[in-house]
């Protein structure tokens, strides 16, 4: 599989493999993350979320890892296919706040 | 179960008009969040409303305001429209305020253009 070291804009790859999107989260208070998916053209979907009490959740081909020593997040796709093609974005929130979105990665896959 | 809606889906004004923009949670959330996005800034947060009250407002000058009505439908307006405001502006709901762990499902997006 290929991955994103802190923040790249754009990852690229083949149909099969594994791909791995990381995010840097900033505020160490934050208890609450998501991955969401925008396809253009739509909203934002929910993929998947997990709790600070947690680091690890795992989804249907997706899992999110998070590490909160170094304030870190990444989610992997396994199997990538044509369809996972679209922008992703980690967001934490901590209690009372809004949600607070990260810039974002393209995903392209090609096969 | 219906998802969120937002109406209209598309809209273009010139400077100095106003919009209000409409959002429809869906069944049985009573919180709804709006989010400017350009590919400039990203997703930036607006506001949330919970039970009809403002929660959080973000960053944003005054002409942008929002409500939210007592079937949690929610409206923002924007008034003296500037180019700058072009953008695409989401519409987010969840069962709880956010003071809970809820996640937010997030409309299509209403897409306005300034000119």
């Known amino acids: 599989g290929e991955s994103v070291g802190l923040h790249l804009p754009t990852l690229s790859v083949q149909e099969g493999d594994n791909s791995i999107i990381n995010c840097a989260y900033s505020?160490?208070?934050?208890?609450?993350f998501i991955w969401y998916k925008q396809e253009s053209g739509k909203g934002p979907q929910f993929i998947i979320d997990i709790r600070s009490n947690m680091d690890k959740r795992q989804g249907q081909r997706v899992t999110v890892l998070l590490n909160k020593t170094v304030k870190h997040l990444s989610l992997q796709i396994a199997a990538t296919q044509p369809g996972d093609s679209a922008v992703y974005f980690c967001?934490?929130?901590?209690?009372?706040?809004?949600?607070?979105f990260g810039k974002g990665t393209t995903l392209s896959v090609s096969s | 179960k219906a998802g969120v809606t937002q109406t209209p889906r598309y809209l273009i004004k010139t400077r100095g008009q106003q919009v209000t923009l409409s959002c429809s949670p869906i069944?049985?959330?009573?919180?709804v969040s709006w989010y400017q996005q350009t590919p400039g800034q990203g997703l930036q947060f607006l506001f949330e409303?919970?039970?009809?009250?403002?929660?959080n407002k973000g960053n944003f000058p005054g002409r942008f305001s929002g409500r939210q009505f007592s079937n949690s439908r929610s409206e923002m307006n924007v008034s003296t429209l500037e180019l700058g405001d072009s953008a695409l502006y989401l519409c987010?709901?969840?069962?709880?305020?956010?003071?809970?762990?809820?996640?937010?499902?997030f409309g299509p997006g209403t897409r306005l253009l300034v000119l």
């Open positions: 987010a709901s969840s069962l709880a305020d956010s003071n809970k762990k809820e996640t937010q499902y």
């Open positions: 505020n160490s208070a934050s208890d609450y």
């Open positions: 967001a934490e929130k901590s209690q009372g706040t809004a949600l607070i």
């Open positions: 409303y919970f039970s009809e009250t403002q929660r």
């Open positions: 069944s049985g959330h009573r919180s």
